[in-house]
């Protein structure tokens, strides 16, 4: 729907109660990702990155405020497949295969898998694992389980796309390969797209828009929009526009 955001939060407001102090893990946050954006959430470790995601997934309670995930309550949006999700854990079942776990979706969603094979193995490839296609996850490295989520959340071609950290376990020049790869994903899919990512490269190089965020309580501190023109290729990296990009947003982020 136009002018509807893939991806709203206003105002929204988290605190967890526990038996020692209450932690506010949000404070007013304000966030929104226009229908096809490419938005990645930055913030040092603990500021409430993962915590926002969960709220949008209708995963998390919040105490204040209202979101919308393409105009809908966030818990109706997963149920009804808009949404596809990669966290950082990767979390697969154990003891189904490669394609068994990207099917998974599809099976929540009541879909036959059999009649997606041709997707299945078109992402198996673009994640790079063919030949690990009746592997358990126990006989994968970590960085093999990631790819796994990450071709697991694209499955049913997901309107609002959220991703946790999915390329934590990956080395530097796999990582890179998948940037380029989910650049090209993401541009041919048009989702909404929300990134949690620790890697200010990662975050320009993808993103429409990089929002920063700062702990203590969690909230939004700025939203940094990133006009390099699309597709962007790896050699976007050693330009100088590119580390002004990251130097200025290293400063948002250290508070400078
Ligand atoms: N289930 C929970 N119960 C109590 N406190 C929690 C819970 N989950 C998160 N927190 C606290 O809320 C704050 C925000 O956590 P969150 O996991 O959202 O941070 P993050 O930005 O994703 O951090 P990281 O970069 O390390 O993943 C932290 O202080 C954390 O300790
Ligand atoms: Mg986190």
Redesign the pocket.
């Known amino acids: 729907m136009a002018g509807v955001p893939g991806i709203s939060l206003r105002g929204v407001s988290k605190t967890?109660r526990?038996r020692g102090a209450d932690?506010v893990?949000l404070k007013d946050m304000n966030l929104d990702c226009p229908p096809g954006s490419f938005t990645a959430l930055i913030?040092?470790?603990?500021?409430?990155?993962?915590?926002?995601m969960r709220v949008a997934l209708g995963l998390e309670d919040y105490d204040a405020g209202e979101v919308r995930i393409a105009g809908q309550a966030p818990a109706t949006a997963t149920a009804s497949g808009i949404t596809g999700v990669a966290f950082q854990d990767a979390a697969l079942l154990p003891w189904r295969t490669v394609t068994r776990n990207i099917a998974l979706p599809l099976e929540v969603l009541g879909r036959d898998p059999a009649h997606y094979s041709h997707e299945i193995a078109n992402l198996i490839e673009l994640v790079g694992l063919k030949g690990y296609e009746a592997a358990l996850p126990g006989q994968l490295s970590g960085g093999m389980r990631q790819r796994v989520s990450i071709a697991r959340s694209l499955i049913t071609s997901p309107e609002v796309l959220f991703m946790?950290?999915p390329f934590g376990a990956l080395d530097q020049i796999r990582r890179r390969q998948m940037n380029v790869e989910l650049q090209r994903i993401w541009l041919e899919t048009k989702s909404t797209a929300l990134l949690?990512t620790?890697g200010i490269d990662e975050a320009v190089f993808l993103a429409d828009y990089v929002v920063v965020?700062h702990?203590n309580p969690?909230r939004v501190v700025e939203v940094i929009e990133i006009p390099f023109p699309r597709p962007r290729s790896d050699e976007l990296y050693s330009t100088p526009e590119f580390h002004e990009m990251t130097d200025r947003i290293a400063r948002v982020l250290h508070g400078q």
């Open positions: 967890y526990g932690v893990a913030g040092p470790s603990g500021c409430g990155k993962s915590t926002a946790d950290e949690v620790h965020m702990a969690g």
